[in-house]
């Protein structure tokens, strides 16, 4: 994880916090929520936390559920790009083994 991601994707952030950022209620955002569009932590009280990450996607889900995009659209496309990048992951990595193959390199 590069130091940019990692705080980007730490869950420190409340639902309180989110709402203000992003100016849906806290409604919306459970909704999305339940809808798997979006995956807060819990702390051990139970309470939502938030990453400038899942601020960033709710700002997306917002713009598309505006423009008349179902919930249920927006999962499926983010179930597309999860295989996607998952795929591409996967070939990188079985491209460096070849690559280390070629060259005698082993992982220590």
């Known amino acids: 994880m590069t130091q940019e991601s990692s705080y980007k994707d730490k869950k420190v952030i409340t ?6 950022l ?5 409604r919306q955002i ?3 929520e339940e ?3 979006i ?3 819990r702390t051990s009280g139970g ?4 990453s400038f990450t899942d601020i960033e996607l709710l700002m997306e889900i917002a713009e598309k559920i505006e423009d008349g995009v179902q919930t249920f659209e927006i999962r499926q496309e983010m179930i597309r790009e999860k295989k ?5 992951a996967l070939r990188k990595k079985m491209l ?3 690559i280390n193959a070629q060259f005698g390199i082993r992982k220590i």
């Not at 992003?22 to 806290?26: A, D, M, P, R, V």
């Not at 309470?47 to 938030?50: F, M």
């Not at 996607?84 to 591409?88: I, L, M, Q, V």
């Open 35 to 37: 809808r798997k569009l």
């Open 22 to 26: 992003t100016g849906l209620t806290e």
């Open 15 to 20: 639902i309180g916090v989110v709402r203000e």
């Open 96 to 98: 460096q083994g070849q």
């Open 30 to 32: 459970r909704y999305y």
């Open 47 to 50: 309470s939502r936390k938030y």
């Open 39 to 41: 995956f807060p932590s």
């Open 84 to 88: 996607k990048e998952d795929a591409a």
